[in-house]
């Protein structure tokens, strides 16, 4: 019976110093260790250091103490990360910078623990807010705008903190994705008018490139300047695929106002600087077709002087989203020079001539032909 007793003691005795190991050991390894921050790197590049980098870059931190176990939490100016996200390997942390715009800037990264917290200096750099274009630089007054760019939900360009300013004249976001935005044109919009997205939770504003309404250097808008035989020009003002006034269709009824031209314009205000630099300039217009653009089958030859060779608008120039919808597009402007008559002062018309394979149906419409400088 004591033999027992004996051998039961000597086990409980076992067990319980067999448990303070254990709790000891586990103590051990909870150990709050304290943190120091040595460099920076990218993850490519483990040596050399970095001050700053782009909102979803990801990025090392080195140092000590830099284990996820004894971390509690990391943030970049007041942006927390997520630790499920975040993976440590021999004192370096590796992480990726959150999308996401700081309220509070302080250019510093924040590293905690129980022990305290530590920081180093770092700039999260946010890309700026990014304006592509308008879908139709000549929507009409009081209808619905779309306007296309780029980190819109980073900005939070949306119909609660954001307008688009008409010159001076504001209109509430309608609707908003992260590279596009609705917005209603004020019935009362000026015209030839830079068009800017004002961000009004973050206090950013881009500039859209282009013009409302745009007429800059205006070639023929089909109305004030018209070609010189308005063969092909519609002025029906019931027309149900008229944009901002009369416009030019070319269909398998048109016809040709001479030598294969569908509309010819002569005195044409090109400047020095648009024949001499014509690589900064682009034709716009407005543009609407049901057909599909086939390399080889369609193109577009116009000249601006008669012993010169034309500039060519082929398929892959035509850059549009949807048919039978008017589309700002942006075409090359090229000035091919004649060697018998190379001085600007000849170089002043723009004469359309269109060459389509017959087997494809002719189905193009024009507006508001011009030239743009790239950028303004």
């Known amino acids: 019976m004591k033999s027992m007793i004996s051998f039961k003691s000597i086990c409980l005795t076992g067990i319980l110093f067999l448990i303070i190991s254990l709790s000891a050991c586990s103590d051990e390894n909870n150990e709050i260790k304290p943190i120091t921050l040595a460099k920076i790197?990218?993850?490519?590049?483990?040596?050399?250091?970095?001050?700053?980098?782009?909102l979803g870059d990801f990025i090392a931190i080195h140092g000590t103490g830099l284990d996820i176990h004894n971390i509690d939490s990391v943030l970049?100016?007041?942006?927390?990360?997520?630790?499920?996200?975040?993976?440590?390997?021999?004192?370096?942390?590796?992480?990726?910078?959150?999308?996401?715009?700081?309220?509070?800037?302080?250019?510093?990264?924040?590293?905690?623990?129980?022990?305290?917290?530590?920081?180093?200096?770092?700039?999260?750099?946010?890309?700026?807010?990014?304006?592509?274009?308008?879908?139709?630089?000549?929507?009409?007054?009081?209808?619905?705008?779309?306007i296309y760019g780029d980190f819109f939900e980073l900005y939070e360009i949306n119909p609660l903190n954001a307008v688009v300013d008409f010159n001076g004249k504001e209109s509430k976001v309608i609707s908003s994705a992260n590279n596009y935005l609705t917005a209603q044109v004020p019935k009362d919009v000026d015209k030839n008018i830079k068009v800017k997205v004002k961000g009004l939770k973050y206090d950013v504003e881009?500039?859209?490139?282009?013009?409302?309404?745009?007429?800059?250097?205006?070639?023929?808008?089909?109305?004030?300047?018209?070609?010189?035989?308005?063969?092909?020009?519609?002025?029906?003002?019931?027309?149900?695929?008229?944009?901002?006034?009369?416009?030019?269709?070319?269909d398998n009824t048109s016809e040709y106002s001479g030598w294969w031209y569908i509309a010819e314009k002569g005195g044409v205000p090109y400047t020095d600087d648009m024949l001499n630099n014509y690589q900064n300039y682009v034709i716009k217009c407005e543009f609407r077709t049901a057909n599909q653009f086939i390399d080889g089958k369609i193109r577009f030859c116009n000249y601006l002087f008669w012993d010169a060779s034309p500039m060519e608008w082929i398929p892959k120039n035509f850059v549009f989203q949807n048919f039978n919808r008017w589309e700002t597009v942006t075409l090359p402007f090229v000035v091919n020079r004649s060697t018998t008559y190379p001085q600007n002062m000849y170089y002043h018309s723009f004469n359309m001539r269109l060459e389509i394979d017959p087997g494809i149906a002719r189905n193009f419409a024009f507006d508001n032909i011009r030239v743009y400088k790239k950028g303004s």
């Not at 790197?41 to 782009?54: G, M, Q």
């Not at 859209?208 to 010189?228: A, K, T, V, W």
């Not at 027309?239 to 070319?250: A, E, M, V, W, Y």
């Open 41 to 54: 790197t990218t993850v490519a590049d483990l040596n050399t250091a970095i001050t700053e980098a782009a």
């Open 76 to 146: 970049i100016n007041d942006v927390k990360v997520d630790l499920l996200e975040v993976y440590t390997e021999n004192d370096i942390l590796y992480l990726k910078i959150p999308v996401k715009l700081a309220i509070n800037v302080t250019d510093k990264i924040y590293i905690y623990n129980k022990a305290g917290y530590k920081e180093i200096p770092f700039k999260a750099v946010a890309p700026a807010l990014y304006l592509e274009r308008m879908f139709n630089e000549y929507t009409k007054p009081g209808d619905t705008i779309m």
């Open 206 to 250: 881009a500039f859209c490139p282009g013009r409302y309404y745009d007429n800059e250097c205006m070639i023929m808008d089909f109305d004030d300047l018209m070609p010189s035989n308005p063969v092909n020009v519609v002025t029906n003002p019931n027309d149900k695929q008229r944009l901002s006034g009369n416009f030019l269709r070319i």
